[in-house]
């Protein structure tokens, strides 16, 4: 079955730049949509079509994609940017929705 | 408004079943792509289900043959049946509407409710 692979965890201080990536093969093809979610709240989000931000996302959220890898950066981290970030997408044929593993981003 | 509600969730012994119901407001569902979406205690989200606007139906690995999805166009209602539960179907389980414009996505989630599969 087709999977999505994030890093577990990304660490980054206040203020500065964080990047969560996301590889899978279907990524050429397929887009890629990134959710943040909080203890207890359902996901939001915050970026979709690989690299478009929802409005009412702050402009500190940005994506991009490179082959099978798309990227979730984040500049400027604020300390309520803390949360969980999944990347999700579709197989090859579109029918299956895949969820990345999910990266926990704490703020220093 | 678009807003889903979920109810059904609550305790089922392993073996057990359960009916979960979403109920929708502000947009008609079987005129959208719906699925189901659970996230275990501590742990990541995960794809369930997908009920398409032409009735379709589509499964993870894990609950097919096991779960049922579908809807009731009168009562604007999306269902998950879920039959021969197991200890690792505890989670919360989210209904979303999707965006099918390109790849598909989740852009309206409920709140939740939440399964235990124990003894």
């Known amino acids: 079955s087709y999977e999505l692979t994030q890093p577990p965890s990304v660490s980054v201080s206040l203020g500065q730049m964080a990047r969560i990536t996301c590889s899978g093969e279907a990524l050429p093809k397929k887009y890629a949509y990134w959710y943040q979610q909080k203890p207890g709240q359902f996901p939001v989000l915050v970026i979709y079509k690989d690299r478009e931000r929802p409005s009412g996302i702050p402009e500190r959220f940005s994506g991009s994609s490179s082959g099978t890898i798309v990227t979730l950066t984040i500049s400027g981290v604020q300390a309520e940017d803390e949360a969980d970030y999944y990347c999700l997408s579709a197989d090859s044929s579109g029918t299956y929705r895949v969820f990345g593993g999910g990266t926990k981003l704490t703020v220093l | 408004e678009v807003q889903l509600v979920e109810s059904g969730g609550g305790l089922a012994q392993p073996g057990g079943s359960l009916r979960l119901s979403c109920a929708a407001s502000?947009?008609?569902?079987?005129?959208?792509?719906m699925s189901w979406v659970r996230q275990a205690p501590g742990k990541g989200l995960e794809w369930v289900s997908v009920i398409y606007s032409d009735g379709s139906t589509y499964y993870a690995d894990s609950v097919k043959g096991r779960f049922t999805i579908s809807r009731d166009n009168s009562k604007n209602t999306l269902y998950l049946q879920m039959n021969s539960l197991r200890a690792e179907d505890t989670a919360v389980y989210y209904c979303?509407?999707?965006?099918?414009?390109?790849?598909?996505?989740?852009?309206?989630w409920g709140q939740g409710t939440l399964v235990t599969v124990s003894s």
């Open positions: 979303a509407r999707e965006n099918t414009a390109t790849t598909p996505y989740f852009d309206y």
């Open positions: 502000g947009f008609t569902v079987s005129s959208k792509f």
